[in-house]
């Protein structure tokens, strides 16, 4: 299920992103895979690669979305319509993406779903499918990528999030699946390492994204962000959370903060469940009788896309 588009833009030496910055030599060159690129993270992540001089290969489910993005690169570029939790189609993605450019140097596993609401009563497929994308598809990415990561001892870095930090009532499936993956991730860094590649854990909090977005569409689930206590009550500017994230990655670091206050976060995180076990029973009592109206499902333009891809197959 890989389609492929591509497009070739000479630029010179010093290239310069949309957002007004010159791109270092650390990245020229190179080529860099994201996943779920067509929006989002992906999406500004791959402009900023580029416009610091990486060749990009760019993975989802939006096929549209991927061209139109591709075709805004500063680059070279190409982009693969194709499911990360199928293993087939991944490998031969990857396959292609080495055909097409010759090396692999770098690959983000950054295609991700959301739901929410209380565990008990939920969509199980809903459920099911945010583990499958979030903590399967970045296996199933690694597995596809790392024959050719291994030849150029390069560096995989796993999207995971503030939920993998710390647990949340109304986010089970999510924080499992995040959770999982960043466990995944320090599990393969040990086995990798010896061989020359580097991987990494990028943690995000709240950043305006569809995904947010969608989420902030139920009362109870903006509601209960709000109370959150500061600073993980407020969403983030998009811009430089990725911005991070590329700095990270210019670095081949084995973590990686899009907000700077998540390393504290990650010092203090083993005290983190028992405290929002007691914040969390409080909260619940509170919204108790709301809770059954809560929305359930995937959340957001790519949780749509998602859903659509998978009517579509079946």
């Known amino acids: 299920m890989s389609r492929t588009g591509s497009k070739s833009r000479t630029g010179s030496d010093s290239r310069t992103g949309s957002d007004g910055r010159t791109g270092s030599n650390r990245l020229e060159g190179q080529v860099a895979v994201v ?32 061209k139109r993005v591709a075709g805004r690169l500063h680059g070279d570029a190409a982009h693969w319509y194709a499911d990360v939790t199928d293993h087939a189609a991944m490998a031969r993605v990857a396959g292609e993406v080495k055909e097409r450019f010759g090396t692999v140097d770098l690959v983000v596993a950054n295609a991700g779903v959301a739901s929410g609401g209380p ?15 979030n903590l399967i598809g970045g296996a199933v990415t690694a597995r596809a990528f790392l024959p050719a990561l291994l030849e150029s001892r390069g560096y995989f ?14 986010m089970t499936a999510y924080c499992a699946s995040k959770a999982g993956v960043e ?60 911005d991070r994230l590329v700095a990270g990655i210019e670095r081949r670091s084995a973590q990686v903060y899009g ?27 509170r919204f108790g009788p709301r809770l059954d109206g809560v929305r359930t499902g995937l959340v957001g333009a790519g949780g749509a896309a998602d859903e659509e891809a998978r009517t579509l197959r079946n």
């Open 183 to 242: 466990a995944f991730a320090h599990s393969l860094r040990a086995e990798v390492g010896y061989r020359g590649v580097r991987v990494g854990v990028g943690y995000l909090s709240w950043t305006d994204t569809d995904m947010v977005r969608g989420a902030d569409e139920d009362d109870v689930m903006r509601e209960l962000r709000g109370r959150l206590p500061w600073p993980a009550n407020r969403t983030y500017p998009l811009g430089p959370a990725v």
């Open 157 to 170: 870095l796993q999207i995971a999030s503030l939920a993998a930090l710390t647990p949340a009532p109304m």
């Open 119 to 133: 565990f008990v009563g939920s969509d199980p497929d809903a459920w099911r499918r945010v583990v499958e994308v």
């Open 259 to 285: 907000q700077a206050w998540l390393r504290g976060a990650q010092a203090v995180r083993g005290y983190l469940p028992g405290l929002i076990a007691t914040v969390g029973r409080r909260e619940m009592r």
């Open 35 to 66: 996943t779920g690129a067509a929006r989002g993270v992906g999406e500004h992540l791959a402009r900023k690669l580029s416009a610091r001089g990486a060749r990009v290969a760019l993975v989802g489910l939006e096929e549209d979305g991927l």
